[in-house]
């Protein structure tokens, strides 16, 4: 069993910055993938980022060059380290991992972005 604890979200203004955490139960080399999703109220769950294995890095086109994804393998946990937030950046960011070929959540945490 996998369990994954997301942290971090709160309110900003447009501009600043914020990072979210993820702890995970295991290792996180235990995981094929880890990433970031987000959703805005009534939209689907989109992808954010994410990060293979063995390092290899995706990114959405809208976060591109603002967010990075980060791992410390020492504390098992992700990062996702935003920068110059916008408005539309606005939805609930939810970690995934792939273990064994499953897919885990995270309970997900609240970003808001707004003056």
């Known amino acids: 069993q996998v369990q994954l604890v997301d942290s971090g979200g709160t309110l900003v203004q447009p501009g600043e910055s914020l990072r979210l955490s993820c702890v995970a139960s295991?290792?996180?080399?235990?995981?094929?993938?880890m990433g970031w999703y987000r959703q805005a109220p009534g939209k689907e769950r989109d992808l954010v980022a994410r990060?293979?294995?063995?390092?290899?890095?995706n990114y959405a086109d809208s976060v591109q060059g603002r967010f990075t994804i980060s791992r410390d393998s020492a504390k098992t946990t992700l990062y996702l380290q935003m920068n110059s937030l916008k408005p539309e950046d606005t939805a609930v960011y939810y970690c995934?991992?792939?273990?064994?070929?499953?897919?885990?959540w995270g309970q997900g945490t609240q970003v808001t972005v707004s003056s």
């Open positions: 995934n991992a792939i273990y064994l070929g499953h897919s885990y």
């Open positions: 295991r290792s996180i080399f235990s995981f094929s993938v």
């Open positions: 990060m293979s294995l063995g390092g290899s890095l």
